[in-house]
């Protein structure tokens, strides 16, 4: 049974920062990912980092958002600076223990989820 419980969401102003993590279990070869779900609108993916660490992210949050994971501690962090109410939503962790090469924001690899923690931006 894999099991991932994502923490760390709120409120914050535009400009703002908040951190979310994921706690997971052997992260040290899987493949994990964040996506984000905003009301009315489908998932979609948010950051995403291979065993070896290459990250991807969607070219909405380049240069504000920074995915980073610690082994020892089996944590997957979403640090989100400079936010901006398009940001607002609920924030899922994803996990596949098959991972390639390559990372993917693509949610049909990703097999585990988390129940998801909300972001809140306000203007």
């Known amino acids: 049974q894999v099991q991932l419980v994502e923490s760390g969401g709120g409120s914050v102003q535009a400009g703002g920062s908040l951190r979310l993590s994921c706690a997971a279990s052997?992260?040290?070869?899987?493949?994990m990912a964040w996506f984000r779900q905003a009301p009315g609108k489908e998932r979609e993916g948010v950051a995403a980092i291979a065993a070896g660490g290459s990250t991807d992210y969607a070219n909405s949050v380049k240069g504000r958002f920074t995915i980073s994971k610690d082994n020892a501690k089996n944590t997957l962090y979403l640090q989100m600076n400079s936010l901006k109410t398009e940001d607002a939503a609920v924030y899922y962790c994803?996990?596949?223990?098959?991972?390639?090469?390559?990372?993917?924001?693509?949610?049909?690899?990703?097999?585990?989820w988390g129940q998801g923690t909300r972001v809140a931006v306000s203007s």
């Open positions: 994803a996990e596949t223990v098959y991972c390639s090469r390559s990372v993917s924001l693509s949610e049909s690899v990703y097999t585990y």
């Open positions: 052997r992260i040290s070869t899987a493949c």
